[in-house]
């Protein structure tokens, strides 16, 4: 599958069959995401692989119950916590250098669209679950002050492929020189 397909075909997975990610396939998707671009390097993003049922059930319980990924924190084969190191993106001698402030929420977007396609490459799916108590799911992961857990992903091969959902136009999102003007 080349680039293009991948970007154009990938879903946002939320039924997964009970098949095992193999190690094999999940070391090429992760190194994968190791070589996603980041701020000045500083490659701020990190992962924690959950395994553990009776934690992928505690995780599991900080979502709402109307989040439509719910059930996919626990049955899907692999679950990744993403993470990442508050104070080093967007910052140059220890101050922020934009008027943005912290960037690894940037330096984490790339992150997890580099192990979506990854993963959709190698036949995998994922779903970004953004909606839950972060500061619960922190605590249950055992992250330390320095570290923002930004959301859960799992991991695993499709039940089924969802249908593409409607996009914008392009005209609605680029414009030509100023905002407005259409391309």
Not at 105 to 113: H, L, R
Not at 135 to 141: H, V
């Amino acid at each position: 599958m080349d680039a293009l397909e991948c970007i154009l075909s990938r879903r946002s997975v939320r039924k997964y069959t009970p098949d095992p990610v193999s190690e094999e396939d999940l070391a090429r998707i992760l190194e994968a995401v190791r070589f996603a671009p980041s701020w000045a390097n500083t490659q701020c993003v990190a992962w924690i692989r959950v395994q553990d049922p009776e934690r992928r059930q505690a995780l599991q319980q900080t979502l709402p119950d109307g989040n439509p990924a719910r059930r996919a924190v626990v049955e899907a084969p692999v679950l990744l916590a993403l993470c990442a190191r508050k104070g080093l993106a967007g910052y140059y001698k220890d101050q922020p250098a934009t008027v943005h402030g912290d960037w690894h929420m940037f330096d984490a977007g790339i992150a997890v669209q580099t192990l979506s396609l990854a993963a959709w490459a190698l036949g995998y799916g994922t779903v970004n679950v953004g909606l839950l108590d972060h500061r619960a799911a922190a605590e249950i992961l055992r992250l330390p002050g320095e570290m923002d857990l930004l959301e859960l992903v799992p991991l695993g091969r499709p039940a089924s492929v969802p249908r593409p959902p409607e996009r914008k136009a392009l005209d609605a999102i680029v414009w030509r020189e100023v905002h407005g003007d259409k391309p």
